[in-house]
């Protein structure tokens, strides 16, 4: 079945860092790739998407590429603010017999230190 | 503030109860996703409506049963509770319904201990 696997956290960075939170997927058909996340207490919140292979999503400074030969989609930001602190998740939506179906990653915890 | 709500915040209830979990969804957005957040789980879709109808089922255990009303909120029955059931409960919304590209705006979430 689909299913979605990031990278494990938690991960710390120093401000003005570089990050990269991996992400690969399986499917069986064509997903739509999704970024998540999380700040502390509150609900998930789109960061960013791409629906079809070699898209970039991109959004706040974060950017990812579909890539179907990698089956990846991995986020990344050139310069991380404290502000980035919170979890990201990883997700893709994937047609199914039951309806569109939604799968997430374990979630990737950031902590951006000053 | 995504602009869908959800009550109550928290709920804690007993072995073998019953409980209900409301949502709102935002004004204009006719279709609402239920989603279950745990530790040993992660997050976990169970079920989406649109515009009253059920469209997409995920995993959802039999003791929980979900329904849209005409005035597009949304309820989550749970029933026989476990204590494996603690979990938070997140409720989204979109417009379309269409996930492959909708944007999906979640709620706060309710946060449910069986105890």
């Known amino acids: 079945g689909d299913s979605v696997t990031q990278m494990e956290g938690p991960v710390t960075l120093s401000e003005e860092a570089f990050l990269t939170i991996n992400c690969t997927y399986t499917?069986?058909?064509?997903?739509?790739l999704f970024w998540y996340v999380q700040y502390p207490g509150e609900g998930l919140q789109l960061l960013l998407k791409?629906?079809?292979?070699?898209d970039k999503g991109s959004n706040k400074g974060f950017e990812a590429t579909y890539r179907k030969e990698t089956t990846s989609f991995h986020l990344e930001k050139g310069s991380v603010q404290v502000s980035d602190s919170a979890v990201y998740f990883c997700?893709?939506?994937?047609?199914?017999?039951?309806?569109?179906?939604?799968?997430f990653g374990t979630g990737t915890s950031l902590t951006v230190i000053p | 503030d995504s602009g869908v709500t959800q009550t109550p915040k928290h709920l804690i209830t007993a072995t073998g109860q019953r409980v209900t979990l409301r949502c709102s969804p935002r004004?204009?957005?006719?279709?609402v996703y239920w989603y279950q957040q745990s530790l040993d789980q992660g997050l976990q879709f169970l079920i989406q409506?649109?515009?009253?109808?059920?469209?997409a089922k995920g995993n959802i255990l039999e003791r929980f049963s979900a329904q849209q009303f005409p005035d597009l909120h949304s309820e989550l029955n749970l029933s026989s509770l476990e204590l494996g059931d603690s979990a938070l409960y997140f409720c989204?919304?979109?417009?379309?319904?269409?996930?492959?590209?909708?944007?999906?705006?979640f709620g706060p979430g309710t946060r449910l201990t069986v105890l």
């Open positions: 409506y649109y515009n009253g109808e059920e469209r």
């Open positions: 791409a629906t079809k292979a070699d």
């Open positions: 997700a893709l939506s994937d047609s199914s017999d039951t309806g569109n179906q939604f799968y």
């Open positions: 004004s204009g957005d006719l279709s």
């Open positions: 499917a069986t058909g064509y997903p739509s």
């Open positions: 989204a919304s979109s417009v379309e319904g269409l996930a492959w590209k909708d944007t999906q705006y």
